[in-house]
C-alpha cells in the first residue's frame, strides 16, 4: 500500500477527515485475492468483527458527539481547578482509589507474588475471590500457564482443549510490581474466556467468542477488580458514578484514536503510491482533524495532534477499534451482573462461542450493542456529583 517513492509528483493527497469514508474508496488499490472483502478494512469489519464499519464509526461518534461527554469534560476540568489540557485525555482521577501509594502497592504486590509461579500458584484464590467456585476455579487455573514477559502483558489462547491458554507479564528483579498486577489481572481475563469459550462450549467448531473486542471486554472487567483482589479497595459511596465517568471518558479517548486508525486505512487505500512522508504528513493532519472535530468542543487547543501518538496503528493493522468496543461491551456487561455473580454469568456468556455479535451481546445482557448504557449513567453521575 505505502511505497517508498511516489509516481506522481503533482499529486497532493487528501487528509481530510470528513472525506475519508468508505464511499471515497470506490476503484481505488484491492486486493484480488478476496473478492467478497477486497480491502484489510473490510475484512477488518466485515469478516474479523462481523460489524460494519459504519456501524462501528457511529457508536464512536454518538458517544464523542453527545452532551454527556462534554459535560464529563467540564467536571474534570472542575475538579483539576485549571484549563483542561490536551492529555487530560488520559485523566484518571475517576478510578477506584487507594489509600496506598504506587510505591507501597509495589511492595505490597512484590511480597505476594516475588516471582511467576508464585501468581500462578494464587490463580485459583484470585478466581475465588471474583466468584467462581472451587471446583471451576482450579479447573481455570489448571488451563493457564504463566510466562515472564520482557515487555508489556499478552494473554494467548490455547488450540485445543488438552492445550493450555499463556499468561505473560513482567516480574522484575525483586518481585512483581503493581502495574504488572494489573496487567496479569487484564490478561486473566482473556486466559479464562479463552478456556471457557473452548473447554465448556458445546461445539468446538463455535470455540472462542464473536471478536476481538469481547475477550477485551472480560479482560476490562477483571482489570478493573484489581484492588479489590488485593483487599485494598476502597469504600466510595459514589463509587458507581465515579466509575460511569471513568468509563465514558476513557472509551471516549481510545475511540478518537480508533478513528484516527481507521481513517488512516482509508487515505492509504485512496492513496495506493504514497511515500512514507506523506503518510507521516497525513495521520498527522487526520489527528488533528479528528481532534477539532470531537475533543477541541470539550478540551479545546485547536489542532492538538496527541490522537496520533499511539504505536498500535502501526503494528497492530486496526486492531484500535476494539478497545472502545470492548469498552462499551464491559459497560454493558458491568450494568447487567451488578446484582449477580460474576463468574455464573461469565460462563453463561462464554458458552455461548462465536455466534454473531448480534446474538451475542443480545443473549449475554438482553440488549442491542449500544452506548446509550454509558450515556444514561454518566448523564445520573454528572447529576449526582455536580
Known sequence: MVSGASTDNSREPDTRYAMLNSTFLAEKAVDPFYPMYPTK?????????????????????????????????????????????????????????SKHSERELDGIVAAKYPTVAAFEADIPNILKKLGFSLETAEFLASKIDVDPSRGAGHAMGAGRRSDKAHLRTRVPAGGMNYKGFNIAIHELGHNVEQVLSLNRVDHTILQGVPNTAFTEAFAFVFQKRDLELLGLAAEDENRKHLDALNQIWSTGEIAGVALVDMAVWRWMYANPNATSAELKTAVIQIARDVWNQYFYPVLGHKDAPILAIYSHMIDGGMYLPDYPIGHIIQFQIEEYIKDKNLAKEMERMCVQGSVTPTLWIRQAVSEDLSVLPILKAAAKAIKALS
Not at 58 to 82: A, H, Q, V, W, Y
Request: no cysteine; hydrophobic share 30%; charged share 40%.
Open 41 to 97: 478494512i473490510d475484512r477488518r469489519f466485515q469478516q474479523n468483527r462481523e460489524i460494519p464499519e459504519k456501524t462501528v464509526e457511529r457508536l464512536f461518534t454518538d458517544l464523542l458527539s453527545s452532551k454527556e461527554f462534554k459535560k464529563t469534560g467540564e467536571l474534570i476540568g472542575k475538579r483539576l481547578g485549571r484549563e483542561l489540557q490536551p492529555f487530560d485525555i488520559w485523566y484518571k482521577g475517576f478510578r477506584s482509589a
